[in-house]
Structure formats: structure tokens, C-alpha cells
T-cell receptor, first 109, second 113 residues
Framework: GQNIDQPTEMTATEGAIVQINCTYQ??????LFWYQQHAGEAPTFLSY????GLEEKGRFSSFLSRSKGYSYLLLKELQMKDSASYLC??????????FGAGTRLFVKA | DGGITQSPKYLFRKEGQNVTLSCEQN?????MYWYRQDPGQGLRLIYY???????QKGDIAEGYSVSREKKESFPLTVTSAQKNPTAFYLC????????????FGEGSWLTVV
């Protein structure tokens, strides 16, 4: 079966660092996407990890461990506009990507 | 500009009526998808299509129908058989060339009264 686990909600302070964890169990795995979704809007692509390790892209970094079925999204220098849901989405092969329920991040002043 | 266009953005319908949501993409992507999102919930796959004239059911296909007569277009019909159709509907597309990254349209809010 397919299972994706990420925290439902997190709260962090403006300017801080926050790590959003995701564990997954899937039949087949090619790589893992992270998407950001603001309330009432469509998800937007943040990152895609295929190989183990950390990939940095500005204030956002994403880490993958294939052997552990684990990924995290790291957000640095948090801004109020980072308040959104963050969706962990493993690609299980070809066109098949499944989405977790998402982690709602609240950034407070 | 390249992208995915959904229409209408907001739609109200009476219970028992069928409604069709439009989705057009000019990204030259082979694959297209329809997802449903309920408030505070994740994305659930309704239907997907990998090539023209072919489509497969996703996890929650009951009460929905699709067609893929052109590469650019993937309309979704919400039929009266769908018991709880009020939701946010997202159309998306992807291609192997872009690493199977899924790109989304802006979404359509359907409210059935």
C-alpha cells in the first residue's frame, strides 16, 4: 500500500528555521516532490529529490534518505508569506505521484 | 505565456445537475490529471490521462467522467451521481521531459446547493 506521514500543523516565528518531516512507504519510488500551497490556491512546485542528500535552493532546502523512506523540507529565515501548507509527494514511477495531506505552517511575528 | 487554464474559477450548481469543468494546457505535456481537494484535506486523484484518447480512474472516480480528445484539453464532468461534489478541483499536467513534475492550474471552486 501507499502511506505518507507528515505533521498536521506546525508553528514557527518569523526569522527562525523550521523543518517539516515526511516519512513514506510506497510500492515503487523514483523521487520525492515538495509543493507549497497557500490557502485557496493551487500547489506550486518547490523541489524534487531523486538521490540521497540535501539540495539547497535559496531559503528552502530538501533532504532525502531513500533507505529510510524519509524526507524533510527546511525553511530558513522564515517570512510571514511562508505561512502555507507544504505537501510531501513521492513519485512512485512514471506519471504516478501521490500527495500527502500536507503540513500547515503558521508563521507568527 | 505557457500554463494551465481552468474555467470557471467559481461555479454554483443545483443538486442533480451535471457540470463540466474545463482544463486547457499549452505546455505540450503528455499527461494530465484531475484532483479534488476538500477543506483542510490533501489532494485526491480523480482521473488521469497519459496520452490522447486514453485515461485511467484514480482513487475517487465514481460520479465523475473525463475525455481526452486533444492533447491540450482534459475536461471533467461532475455528474449527479457524485454524492458530495462541493470541493476545490485542480487540473494538472506533467511530462517526462520535465522530470514528471506536476504543474497545476489555478483551480475551480464548485459549490452545489
Amino acid at each position: 500500500g501507499q502511506n505518507i506521514d507528515q505533521p498536521t500543523e506546525m508553528t514557527a516565528t518569523e526569522g527562525a528555521i523550521v523543518q517539516i518531516n515526511c516519512t513514506y512507504q510506497t510500492s515503487g519510488f523514483n523521487g520525492l516532490f515538495w509543493y507549497q500551497q497557500h490557502a485557496g490556491e493551487a500547489p506550486t512546485f518547490l523541489s524534487y529529490n531523486v538521490l540521497d542528500g540535501l539540495e539547497e535552493k535559496g531559503r528552502f532546502s530538501s533532504f532525502l534518505s531513500r533507505s529510510k523512506g524519509y524526507s524533510y523540507l527546511l525553511l530558513k529565515e522564515l517570512q510571514m508569506k511562508d505561512s502555507a501548507s507544504y505537501l510531501c509527494a513521492p513519485n512512485t514511477g512514471g506519471f504516478k505521484t501521490i500527495f500527502g495531506a500536507g503540513t500547515r505552517l503558521f508563521v507568527k511575528a | 505565456d505557457g500554463g494551465i487554464t481552468q474555467s470557471p474559477k467559481y461555479l454554483f450548481r443545483k443538486e442533480g445537475q451535471n457540470v463540466t469543468l474545463s482544463c486547457e494546457q499549452n505546455l505540450n505535456h503528455d499527461a494530465m490529471y484531475w484532483y479534488r481537494q476538500d477543506p483542510g484535506q490533501g489532494l485526491r486523484l480523480i482521473y488521469y490521462s497519459q496520452i490522447v484518447n486514453d485515461f485511467q480512474k484514480g482513487d475517487i472516480a465514481e460520479g465523475y467522467s473525463v475525455s481526452r480528445e486533444k492533447k491540450e484539453s482534459f475536461p471533467l464532468t461532475v455528474t449527479s451521481a457524485q454524492k458530495n461534489p462541493t470541493a476545490f478541483y485542480l487540473c494538472a499536467s506533467s511530462s517526462e521531459i520535465s522530470g514528471n513534475t506536476i504543474y497545476f492550474g489555478e483551480g475551480s471552486w464548485l459549490t452545489v446547493v
